[in-house]
T-cell receptor
Framework: SQQGEEDPQALSIQEGENATMNCSYK?????LQWYRQNSGRGLVHLIL?????REKHSGRLRVTLDTSKKSSSLLITASRAADTASYFC???????????FGSGTKLNVKP | EPEVTQTPSHQVTQMGQEVILRCVPI?????FYWYRQILGQKVEFLVS????????KSEIFDDQFSVERPDGSNFTLKIRSTKLEDSAMYFC????????????FGPGTRLTVT
């Protein structure tokens, strides 16, 4: 299956620390996206990285993509309690009509 | 800021009943999606829709499911005869146009089948 898989499944850190989450996938992609989901809510798009990009930044977020290893990482720097949420990677199926989500990393940032 | 809306936020129905979940995508978006998330599990793709027809569907999207864009603003998901295992959060998403890939999700409808 194409589905991305995140690790760790859960991560607990102190406010101010950095949080790193990883995503692995199985087949070729056009792009990879990261989403955040607060408990019981919808998904919020965070950042997209194209298959020909290796790194992308957006505010406190840094995403890397290694297509040779079929993996991506999301780094949240200087975490805040408000960053507490589940984070998912999503990959396309090569045609933008179908997207696969991983199981997510549940991040808990302790104040 | 434009957003995707979904109604109802919570639907309780009895097994075997039909339900219609409604979504209003962002107005100038062209691509529409339904996903579901069973409690504690991953978000699963159901179907994508473009130009008034289904672009792709998953194996979950069997004959019990259908989608429609009846009036140019609403995008609906119908489940004809609900089963207990259909209980989940259902998310609608929209994407602007060819060449943009970010999907914007609605807040979801929690469907409970009893």
């Amino acid at each position: 299956s194409q589905q991305g898989e995140e690790d760790p499944q859960a991560l607990s850190i102190q406010e101010g620390e950095n949080a790193t989450m990883n995503c692995s996938y199985k087949t070729s992609i056009n792009n990879l996206q990261w989403y955040r989901q607060n408990s019981g809510r919808g998904l919020v798009h965070l950042i997209l990285i194209r298959s020909n990009e290796r790194e992308k930044h957006s505010g406190r977020l840094r995403v890397t993509l290694d297509t040779s290893k079929k993996s991506s990482s999301l780094l949240i720097t200087a975490s805040r309690a408000a960053d507490t949420a589940s984070y998912f990677c999503a990959t396309d199926a090569g045609n933008f009509n179908k997207f696969y989500f991983g199981s997510g990393t549940k991040l808990n940032v302790k104040p | 800021e434009p957003e995707v809306t979904q109604t109802p936020s919570h639907q309780v129905t009895q097994m075997g009943q039909e339900v219609i979940l409604r979504c209003v995508p962002i107005s100038n978006h062209l691509y529409f999606y339904w996903y579901r998330q069973i409690l504690g599990q991953k978000v699963e793709f159901l179907v994508s829709f473009y130009n008034n027809e289904i672009s792709e569907k998953s194996e979950i999207f069997d004959d019990q499911f259908s989608v429609e864009r009846p009036d140019g603003s609403n995008f609906t998901l119908k489940i004809r005869s609900t089963k207990l295992e259909d209980s989940a959060m259902y998310f609608c998403a929209s994407r602007a146009n060819y060449g943009t890939y970010e999907q914007y999700f609605g807040p979801g409808t929690r469907l409970t089948v009893t």
